[in-house]
């Protein structure tokens, strides 16, 4: 289950109700409570809001986490 800081903000935000300040403290919940990544990603994804705000939290918490901000394979050393 995700914590409810991360999600609640997120909500928030990808709803329009409030400004960048809500992902901002979403990416601050996420950078200091210990939870499933993936699971975030994936409810992120799952959550009907504009594409354009979704992408935006997407860079935003990926940065937050220090995760490659555009998604793939990890890299593997030669």
Partial sequence: MLPTPITDALARYLDEDEPRSALDAACEAARSTRFDIAELF????????DAALKQRANVALRAALGLPLIPGPPCRAS
């Fill in 42 to 49: 994936d409810w992120l994804q799952r959550f009907d809001a």
